[in-house]
């Protein structure tokens, strides 16, 4: 009998919450519609395209992708490994390849994503 008041009481949670949902996504919606009577014609076509899912879903992305601690990991090690190949490519009569470049960018890319990574498994060891 409980089990049959707990899921019927869940059901109805589940429910107000799909319809605390539906008035959200309806007043966003008309907000967006008001909003979009007031713009230009140039700026109408650039605010749909930019509250589409698809182009929300890909900015999160490429927010989380383009961290700074990253980048700035990627620069300097592509910096100092790109300097180091020339030097020894000029000196041991190689040619430079250019892939190389692009390689030392990915490969800083990741030791910056796995300092950060140990970074934060140090903070939680010693919380």
Known sequence: MM???NKNIDEDIAEGLNLQI???K???KSYLKIIRSELSTPM???SY???NTVV???SSIIEKVSNPV???CASTLTLLLSTTYVYFAKQLGYRYNYLIFILFFVLGYLVGLLGKLLLKFIRWVYR
């Open 56 to 58: 929300n879903y890909l």
């Open 22 to 24: 539906t008035l959200k």
């Open 70 to 72: 990253y980048m700035i």
């Open 49 to 51: 395209i930019s509250q």
């Open 44 to 46: 109408k076509i650039f």
């Open 26 to 28: 309806g007043a966003y």
């Open 3 to 5: 089990k049959f008041i």
